[in-house]
């Protein structure tokens, strides 16, 4: 598939999710009229507005103009509002255009490498819809030194402020994402019409098991041997000495860890085991894409398969999330949004583990086919 037949659903996807994306921060309003907490719950309203709080354009209320902050009065107070308000709108308007800047080139690789034709149209469906998640949350961490600014205390506990930051708005990606892949597949599936036909690739079935498992690998050390209690703590407590960058133990944290776990204790082993169910779930999603994903692109080049992997890796994290929700007994107690608090965590994680497995992946299947025949490929643009 061509750079231009991709570019057309890649740059409607782009616009749709940073489209989808003000709309969810603006509604964010109902939720302050008069009778929302009398029917949702205060609980409930109060997580919504939690969750739609990142994607709002309109700053709170306590930056609005003759807000008092840093302890100012007067005149004086009124200048650091205005200043505070315009570092809030410049955030904003970085966040919004980086969401566009960041799905357009990764939807318009997948849409080129992973065209939805030949049996591979639910593939391409989950990797953008992994993809929206992973643009949404760049977006977030690129334009939060701005929002963390706005708040007065851009200099304080700066790292832990970032970490928190870019944890947010999470669960309005994960739909918001999913409706924008929808609607890029089928403009694609228009796109690639009168194309060239673009068959399937064969790939040798030990070479890309032996590529899934080197990039399963790397995921499995950040989830087995990384995520593991006395490890995740040790890095959740490193602090160099003072300075602006003191403190980066939550942000190590949401870069390099996918879960977090402990051995059995105080409790049967069947539980723990049951527990540790989603996190076999996870390595399975990531192995089991590793290994059709050669096959499924048009070619295996070194971005594409880290991409992919990097896809593969937040799918696995969905799959995990939505198993441990269904087994949460205790979820019920809190409300059905209380529930989904969960949902869409770990991204930068998977960003991280999934590119390093991408590489792994990909070296691994190229030196694996050395000296075995070459099979037909098919066409390639």
Known sequence: MTYRRAAIPALAGGLLLTALLWWAGASGQALHLQGTTSVLGGGATAELQHWLLPWAYDPPAAYG????????????????????????????????????????????LLIRRLPPVHGRLPATLLGLWAWGLVAGTLAVTVSA????????????????????AISSGRQVLVVTALVTAAVTVLVARVAVKGADPQPRRTVPARAARLSATAGTAVVALSLVVLSYETVAAAMQTVSPDGGFLAEPGDLLRQWLLLGGWAGPAGGSLGDWLLYRTADVLLLAVVWWALRVLPGLLTRATLPAMAVGAVCA????????????????????????????????????????????????????????????PVPDEGPTD
Request: charged share 10%.
């Open 65 to 108: 103009p003759g807000a008092e902050v840093s302890g100012g009065i007067g005149d004086t107070a009124t200048a650091d509002s205005s200043r505070y308000l315009s570092l809030h709108t410049t955030g904003m308007q970085i966040r919004f255009a980086a969401v566009f800047a960041f799905f357009v080139p990764g939807a318009l």
């Open 145 to 164: 030194p701005w929002l963390i600014a706005s708040n007065g205390r851009g200099g304080y506990r700066f790292l832990p402020n970032l970490a928190a």
């Open 313 to 372: 890796t937040v799918l696995g994290l969905l799959a995990s999330q939505l198993l441990r929700m269904a087994t949460n007994e205790a979820g019920l107690r809190w409300g059905v949004i209380r529930l989904f608090d969960g949902l869409g965590g770990g991204v930068p994680a998977a960003l991280t583990c999934g590119v390093a497995a991408g590489f792994a992946a990909t070296i691994t299947l190229r030196v694996s086919r050395r000296g075995a």
